[in-house]
């Protein structure tokens, strides 16, 4: 049981981890992105459609990865949109993000319903991701069947983190980004286009968060619904806050709140659960995220230009 627990923790963290990743990336240039819960929505009809359509195409065992694809190129349109409004048109960056998660969830239900026929939901797809072993850890008695026995979107989310780590880290681009989100006027000072850099990780923030809602689709529910994300993308981002805004910080919150998801589902199956209403072990997650957030919340500090329009007038 405790190894489910673990391997689970990994499989429910991965969606987080990727919708935290995102949301991390914009605000660290300085845009507050509330539209993470969006742009996994997004994430997961785009990559139900490309699956589906790919599939219809006879690629077979190769449609999840055309599925994932999608989710990353296409929810640049919505990324776009927040970047648009929040740069250009210096819209609020909290309402900015409000109407993201808004337009999102009911364009993709009114777009479900119009390509298929009325339907509340996308066709089940027929292919999906299946767990991968990594040989030789696999083997290892205990530890491989909770770590190294899982989805290639698993694996690809923890590669990501340390990805961005180094980027943030250990490249002058990761430095100039990070200086965005601190203290514009300097890097604007220093001939370098601040808008420009802001621009762009707002877009690449919208396309990994939606590898968060296309990983719920491709891995373990097979098609698009409603409610297919349903507020995971609001835990993400208590994972940015909890991990205050570094990347390794951010995994060990996605790790926390995959983990709530995972001992939800174990806990249901004992004997003692039958006389605990469902809905508590549903609640249980947000519990978790609610609580988290109430004893880290007034230690932590995010950027210093988070949410700040820059005027290059007033330096």
């Known amino acids: 049981m405790v190894a489910n627990i673990i391997s689970g923790s990994l499989i429910f963290a991965t969606a987080l981890l990727f919708g935290a990743l995102g949301g991390m990336l914009s605000e660290r240039a300085g ?5 993470v819960e969006g742009f996994m929505i997004s994430g997961a009809f785009f990559s139900a459609i490309g699956a589906n359509f790919a599939e219809s195409m006879g690629m ?7 599925g994932l694809l999608s989710a990353f190129v296409f929810t640049s349109l919505f990324s776009a949109m927040h970047a648009l409004a929040t740069l250009k048109y210096k819209a609020d960056h909290v309402i900015s993000g409000v109407v993201i998660n808004l337009l999102a969830a009911n364009f993709t239900f009114f777009l479900v319903k119009l390509l298929f026929d009325g339907a509340a939901d996308t066709p089940r797809l027929r292919n999906m991701f299946a767990k991968v072993n990594i040989p030789v850890l696999s083997d290892i008695p205990f530890i491989g069947e909770a770590l190294f026995r899982s989805y290639p979107t698993t694996y690809l989310a923890f590669i990501m983190v340390f990805a961005i780590g180094f980027y943030f880290f ?5 430095l100039r980004l990070r200086g965005v989100g601190e203290n514009p006027g300097s890097i604007d000072t220093a001939g370098i286009n601040v808008m420009k850099i802001k621009f762009w990780a707002v877009m ?36 940015v806050i909890l991990g205050r805004w570094n990347p390794y910080g951010v995994m060990m919150g996605a790790l926390l709140f995959g983990f709530a998801q995972s001992i939800k589902d174990q806990i249901q199956i004992l004997d003692f659960a039958s006389a605990i209403p469902t809905e508590f072990f549903y609640m249980l997650p947000y519990i978790v995220t609610l609580l988290a ?23």
Do not use: C, E, M
């Open 60 to 66: 077979g065992g190769f449609s999840p990865w055309i």
């Open 31 to 35: 845009v507050t992105n509330l539209g």
């Open 293 to 315: 957030l109430i004893f880290t919340g007034r230690k932590t500090r995010g950027p210093k230009a988070l949410g700040v329009h820059y005027d290059a007038s007033v330096r």
């Open 170 to 174: 250990r490249t002058p681009a990761g």
């Open 204 to 239: 690449l923030s919208g396309s990994i968060s939606s590898l968060g809602g296309a990983t719920i689709v491709l891995t373990t529910n097979g098609n698009f619904s409603f409610n297919t994300i349903a507020g995971q993308g609001f835990i993400a981002i208590a994972a």
